[in-house]
């Protein structure tokens, strides 16, 4: 895997096609059918510095500014995602520092100055996970705070046929592959990574977990039409998680 190549393929799609084709998922919502509002990971955020990973259109950057975060800041690979997000908060009179670059690289942030870094479904873009929690890491203050999203690595294992869910590659697999055209209508570069990969990662990188939400929320599963397919692997297995961890 060259990692040169996947930013290339992957800020590529999210410049041209990205918000077209695959839906932003942004704070209240963690993912599908898990809520801040249900599950309150961040608290009270007034005055805080927070710090966005993968900011994509700003609007999770706008859920914390309403909420009177002290200052916001925003990365992105996709340097048109960066214009939709100022866009965004300049329509909604939020001020915010955005940078472009990939979240694995040296790009001028500061360290030891945010009280929280968050990441919304983007985590899993990045081609050096212990890289990018280490740097994650040196940007919090002594015992900041990380939450981050992802898609279930148990969900991409499993496919419909014949109103059955069966596996379709190992749990264990995690090596990179290209996303079906026809999901996504351009071209990705993904890999499914274990949950142990994940925690293993943040232990190492100086991270004690505090919460992991996997559970789908009953309630917002109540307003999705039952014939649904993201709905019936719900009711299955998880789709999502997410993650709560303080520095020490």
């Known amino acids: 895997m060259n990692k040169y190549s996947v930013y290339e393929t992957n800020s590529f799609y ?14 209240p ?16 955020v007034s005055g805080l510095k927070m710090l966005e990973v993968g900011c994509g259109n700003g609007q999770s ?17 996709s340097q048109k995602q960066i214009e939709k997000t100022q866009q965004h908060l300049r329509t909604y009179g939020i001020s915010a520092t955005l940078i472009c670059s990939p979240m694995e690289e040296e790009c001028g942030i500061p360290t030891n100055y945010f ?13 050096d996970l212990q890289g990018t929690f280490s740097r994650i890491a040196s940007y ?32 264990s697999d995690e090596s990179w592959y290209a996303v079906s055209p026809d999901f996504c209508q ?23 977990i505090e919460q992991m939400i996997e559970e789908s929320d009953e309630d917002i599963m109540q307003l999705h039409n039952n014939s649904d397919s993201l709905l019936k692997r719900a009711k299955m297995l998880p789709v999502s998680f997410v993650i709560k961890a303080r520095k020490r």
Not at 17 to 24: E, I, S, T, V
Not at 30 to 37: L, M, Q, V
Request: include cysteine.
């Open 115 to 127: 009280d929280a870094v968050y990441s919304i479904y983007a985590i899993g873009w990045t081609t």
């Open 186 to 208: 351009g071209e990705l570069t993904l890999a499914d990574r274990q949950l142990s990969t994940y925690i293993n990662a943040l232990a190492k990188a100086g991270f004690v």
């Open 140 to 171: 919090l203050k002594k015992d900041g705070i990380f939450i981050f999203s992802w898609s279930h690595p148990i969900h991409r294992c499993v496919v419909e046929e014949n109103d059955r869910f069966v596996f379709n590659k190992p749990y």
């Open 29 to 44: 919502h963690y993912g599908a059918f898990i809520s801040e509002e249900k599950h309150q990971l961040f608290g009270d």
């Open 61 to 77: 950057l706008q859920y914390h500014g309403d909420r009177k975060a002290g200052e916001l800041w925003g990365m992105d690979i």
């Open 14 to 27: 999210w410049d041209t096609k990205g918000n077209d084709f695959l839906r932003a998922i942004v704070l």
